[in-house]
Each structure stands twice: as structure tokens, then as C-alpha cells.
């Protein structure tokens, strides 16, 4: 039972145009993830919110910005984004407390 | 750097019961060992987690050496469904969650 929702789980675009992923858990879980999938299946961590407080912030190009409302919210922006942002984006969620995640379905950006 | 190191691919048959180990010679005594599982178009799923002792659910049998260099998770009665991409993490008591995932052990199971 999916209990992470992330929108769209597909998106097309071309070069230069700006992208967002939205992504909601009903987990009542306090911290939120952004991972990404590239073509070779390697998930590596962009960022991951604390009740609202960014915590981890590896090092992407800046044309990535994550966003947080509320802690059962987490969207992702990608401002002209570029060939190599093709992949898919995987949102989870937890409690800081135990390494147990719960991910998303994924969503999966090509551009062209 | 990898800290973790599993077999790139492993096959079973239905029924059997799959052993899928991982080394973590490097280990540190406070850095916990998960599996999580991962089939095409889904996110990764949890799938059990230990520190020392052994330890089983639902899914699977954790199986930690004494000296927590090695790990092996135990798949009883493998089905089709159990054909999965499996990663076996370690992530650090405390922390902030920043779990790395590797390539995994990817497991067919046949008919």
C-alpha cells in the first residue's frame, strides 16, 4: 500500500525548461528524502528535510532547489535543466530515528 | 568508497531457500546493517535491519557474524515475487539517515 505519493511519475521536456516533482507521505513520518536513479540503477541522496529543516545537502548543481511547506510535504525543482538530469527521482520518507525509508513510486524525467 | 560488498547476481528456484551475503570488513560498532529490496519501476522497500543479534520478520532472516564483518540475509520459500534487486546498507546510529546504496545483489528466481 503506497503510503508516499509523488506527481507526475513521468515528465518530457526539453533543454532549458524548469521541472517540478511534488511529493507527499501520509506516514506522519518526520523526515523526507530526494534520491536519484540514474541509468546504471545507482541511487545516490540530493537532499533530506528534518521538520522543515534541510539536513543533508549533497553536492548537486544549484539548479536543483527542494522545497518543504509543511513535513508531509517535499517538492523538487530543477530550473533549465540538462541532458544529464535524466533519471528517475525517488521521494521517501521516515523517522530520523530508524533507517527504515519508505519510498515513492518514482518519477522519471527525460529530457531532450 | 563501498562499504559494503555483495555478489553481483545470484539465481534461485521457486521454493528454495536463497542465502544473500554481504561484507562489511570495515564495520563500525555503531553502524547498523539493513537490506532494503528494489524491483523494476518501484522504489526501494525496507526489508529488515540489525545491529548484533540475528533477526527475523515477516520478509526475512538476518543472520550477523560475531564479529559484524559479514552479513547474510536468509530468503525462506523463494517465489517469483521475491525476484528483486537486494542492497545491504549500513547506516550510523544517531545519524541523519544518509543511506548508500550500491549496485546490490541482483536475484533471478526460475519457475
Known amino acids: 500500500e503506497t503510503a508516499v505519493f509523488q506527481t507526475p511519475n513521468y515528465h518530457v521536456t526539453q533543454v532549458g525548461n524548469e521541472v517540478s516533482f511534488n511529493c507527499k507521505q501520509t506516514l506522519g513520518h518526520d523526515t523526507m528524502y530526494w534520491y536519484k536513479q540514474d541509468s546504471k540503477k545507482l541511487l545516490k541522496i540530493m537532499f533530506s528535510y528534518n521538520n522543515k529543516q534541510l539536513i543533508v545537502n549533497e553536492t548537486v548543481p544549484r539548479r536543483f532547489s527542494p522545497q518543504s511547506s509543511d513535513k508531509a510535504h517535499l517538492n523538487l525543482r530543477i530550473k533549465s535543466v540538462e541532458p544529464e538530469d535524466s533519471a528517475v527521482y525517488l521521494c521517501?520518507?521516515?523517522?530520523?530515528?530508524?533507517?527504515?525509508?519508505?519510498f515513492g513510486e518514482g518519477s522519471k524525467l527525460t529530457v531532450l | 568508497d563501498a562499504k559494503t560488498t555483495q555478489p553481483d547476481s545470484m539465481e534461485s528456484t521457486e521454493g528454495e531457500t536463497v542465502h544473500l551475503p554481504c561484507s562489511h570488513a570495515t564495520i563500525s560498532g555503531n553502524e547498523y546493517i539493513y537490506w532494503y529490496r528494489q524491483v523494476p519501476l518501484q522504489g526501494p522497500e525496507y526489508v529488515t535491519h540489525?545491529?548484533?543479534q540475528n533477526t527475523t520478520n515477516s520478509m526475512a532472516f538476518l543472520a550477523i557474524a560475531s564479529d559484524r564483518k559479514s552479513s547474510t540475509l536468509i530468503l525462506p520459500h523463494v517465489s517469483l515475487r521475491d525476484a528483486a534487486v537486494y542492497h545491504c546498507i549500513l547506516r550510523v546510529a544517531g545519524g541523519n539517515n544518509k543511506l548508500t546504496f550500491g549496485q546490490g545483489t541482483v536475484l533471478s528466481v526460475i519457475p
Open positions: 540489525g545491529l548484533q
Open positions: 521517501a520518507s521516515s523517522y530520523l530515528s530508524t533507517g527504515q525509508l519508505y
